[in-house]
T-cell receptor, first 114, second 113 residues
Framework: SAVISQKPSRDICQRGTSLTIQCQVDSQVTMMFWYRQQPGQSLTLIATANQGSEATYESGFVIDKFPISRPNLTFSTLTVSNMSPEDSSIYLC???????????FGSGTQLSVL | GESVGLHLPTLSVQEGDNSIINCAYSNSASDYFIWYKQESGKGPQFIIDIRSNMDKRQGQRVTVLLNKTVKHLSLQIAATQPGDSAVYFCAGRYGGATNKLIFGTGTLLAVQP
């Protein structure tokens, strides 16, 4: 299984500011995924990040709000831009296993927007 | 749109009893399902998976059953322990090799001593 490190683990931010979340994997992976988990809810896929190409966003998520970088096969960032209290969630990075099936998750970033 | 949902939001069981967590899905084209366990403050942890060409798969103390006729998935935990207390999510894969997972709403399993 992959070891995934996310930073920061939590943050409290002011309305209108932006936060960049980092995801580091201990092995090279083709696809990385960013999920959002709103309080008390399930996980929703934000986008799929492939190295060397633009991220693919799911319905309801746009690049201007959630820009993603994928500079190499072990690292990705997700930025939550111009934050509002509605962006308060856990943001999770995930990658596929060796067979590209089992998704492994990082421990998440708990974001609170005041 | 696609959906994968759970029947019960909360399940309370006695320590030592067996637990059954249920899940329904809407898209018969889904080829792969996973169960995750999420403890408070942590990311989801893989428990067990099953492909759509199987109807049962067993792990250590856990069994996943898949009924494609009624689009139903269940997770059985044998001899439930306090450490099993967590939120359990089912997820179904859509889109083949893209690994795009749709998650269910989650069930909170509370194990009573």
């Amino acid at each position: 299984s992959a070891v995934i490190s996310q930073k920061p683990s939590r943050d409290i931010c002011q309305r209108g500011t932006s936060l960049t979340i980092q995801c580091q994997v201990d092995s090279q992976v083709t696809m990385m995924f960013w999920y959002r988990q709103q309080p008390g809810q399930s996980l929703t896929l934000i986008a799929t990040a492939n190295q060397g190409s633009e991220a693919t966003y799911e319905s309801g998520f746009v690049i201007d709000k959630f820009p993603i970088s994928r500079p190499n096969l072990t690292f990705s960032t997700l930025t939550v831009s111009n934050m509002s209290p509605e962006d308060s969630s856990i943001y999770l990075c995930s990658v596929g296993g060796a067979t590209n099936e089992k998704l492994f998750f990082g421990s998440g970033t708990q974001l609170s927007v005041l | 749109g696609e959906s994968v949902g759970l029947h019960l939001p909360t399940l309370s069981v006695q320590e030592g009893d067996n637990s059954i967590i249920n899940c329904a899905y809407s898209n018969s084209a889904s080829d792969y399902f996973i169960w995750y366990k999420q403890e408070s403050g942590k990311g989801p942890q893989f428990i067990i998976d099953i492909r759509s060409n199987m109807d049962k798969r067993q792990g250590q103390r856990v069994t996943v059953l898949l009924n494609k006729t009624v689009k139903h998935l269940s997770l059985q935990i044998a001899a439930t322990q306090p450490g099993d207390s967590a939120v359990y999510f089912c997820a179904g894969r859509y889109g083949g090799a893209t690994n795009k997972l749709i998650f269910g709403t989650g069930t909170l399993l509370a194990v009573q001593p």
